[in-house]
């Protein structure tokens, strides 16, 4: 079935890097996305990558996926305090035709100054 | 472009009551959900039109909840009877192709 997995929760100090974890379990899914949830607010599209791709950087956002493991990550460098939100994984599985996305619970970044 | 738009931003209602959610998608996007969020089970997505017409209506909860999409550039979410558990943030999103928006929510509240 499809099964998207994260950690809960992650704790960092401003300055340092952050690294968000998600397993997936779909190994067809075609393109594998990063959401931002910040308190009160919509989901707000960071990133996203196709399966093809190992890596994809975007300022000082950097995806990762291991496809043979269904591992992606998303690093951010230099946390700011401005990035505690909560940070969603997502797939769409299979061809990526439906366009439906499987969301993971999502974790939660804690920027402490 | 002003992303997608939601009304109301809250809703407080009481039980039994009829609750209608509305979304105006990005124009230009031809596929539109309607999702849920909650504490406790996170993120479902309730259905999924794509050119306006109902493709996935599998998390549709129960009959209670109804959707429609009479135009590209208009959609509602129905519940009646509303309940208490009814309570959570319904989120509204857009697409087209690979990149899917969403709007900023009703947080609906059901005594």
């Known amino acids: 079935g499809e099964d998207v997995e994260q950690s809960l929760f992650l704790s960092v100090r401003e300055g340092d890097s952050s690294v968000i974890n998600c397993t997936y379990t779909?190994?067809?899914?075609?393109?594998l996305y990063w959401y931002k949830q910040e308190p009160g607010a919509g989901l707000q599209l960071l990133t996203y990558?196709?399966?093809?791709?190992d890596m994809k950087q975007d300022q000082r956002l950097t995806v990762l996926l291991n496809k043979k493991d269904k591992h992606l990550s998303l690093r951010i460098a230099d946390t700011q305090t401005g990035d505690s939100a909560i940070y969603f994984c997502?797939?769409?599985?299979?061809?990526?035709?439906?366009?439906?996305?499987?969301f993971g619970q999502g974790t939660t970044l804690q920027v402490k100054p | 472009d002003a992303g997608v738009i939601q009304s109301p931003r809250h809703e407080v209602t009481e039980m039994g009551q009829e609750v209608t959610l509305r979304c105006k998608p990005i124009?230009?996007?031809?596929?539109l959900f309607w999702y849920r969020q909650t504490m406790m089970r996170g993120l479902e997505l309730l259905i999924y039109?794509?050119?306006?017409?109902?493709?996935?209506d599998s998390g549709m909860p129960e009959d209670r909840f109804s959707a429609k999409m009479p135009n590209a550039s208009f959609s509602t979410l129905k519940i009646q009877p509303s309940e208490p558990r009814d309570s959570a943030v319904y989120f509204c999103a857009s697409s087209f192709q690979r990149e899917q928006f969403f709007g900023p929510g009703t947080r609906l509240t059901v005594l």
């Open positions: 779909d190994s067809s899914s075609t393109y």
């Open positions: 039109f794509n050119n306006n017409v109902p493709i996935d």
């Open positions: 990558i196709f399966s093809n791709m």
């Open positions: 997502a797939e769409i599985p299979g061809s990526g035709n439906t366009g439906k996305l499987i």
């Open positions: 124009s230009g996007h031809n596929s």
